[in-house]
């Protein structure tokens, strides 16, 4: 097998099937995020990503994800890459189209008892840490860390996450 290597100039085509790639892949993450009920930061939980990864992806910040990273979000929005990149066949569409009509009647259950140990761990965490924080980012705190707990099987606040989430709130952008 030969190899050849050439350099050439990136046209505007180039530049405009870039941009294409890139919006459907935002497109393609919100979408199946919105389906499974999860947010950026919870999928950057799950699949081991750096902080802000994926949304730097949905922010136009990241111009040029890695395979590792677009495996990694498939793998947590349970789809292949090709899927997240627009290049589905039509028996996948077709499954996805299905799934989505499915999910799209699911909403977030009401849990009172998670909702009150979820505010109650978070206030503790803050506290503890001696931080102080905007209403926005208390709230976004809570609802990211009441539905990751949620999606759990035995739904009871997951404090590692918490943790997680708190230590982390100045490098997120709230989405």
Known sequence: ????????????????NTKYVLENLK????????ERNLTASS??????????????????KSTNPGMETLVAIAKTLECSV????????ASSVYAST????????????????????TLQAVEKIIAQKHL???????????????IYSLNEENPKVDT??????VENIHTQELI
């Open 27 to 34: 497109e393609q993450i919100k979408q199946r995020m919105s």
């Open 82 to 89: 090709d899927a997240l990149l627009g290049n589905q066949s």
């Open 132 to 146: 102080t924080l905007t209403l926005e980012q208390m709230l976004h705190l809570i609802q990211e860390v009441y």
């Open 98 to 117: 299905k799934n989505q009509i499915t999910r799209s009647s699911e909403k977030h259950i009401w849990n009172f008892k998670l909702y009150n140990g």
């Open 160 to 165: 590692r996450f918490a943790n997680w989430m």
């Open 1 to 16: 097998m030969e190899i050849v290597l050439t350099s050439r100039k990136i046209n505007e085509t180039d530049m405009i």
């Open 43 to 60: 999928v950057e939980k799950k699949s081991g990503l750096k902080i802000s990864a994926v949304r730097n992806i949905l922010n136009n």
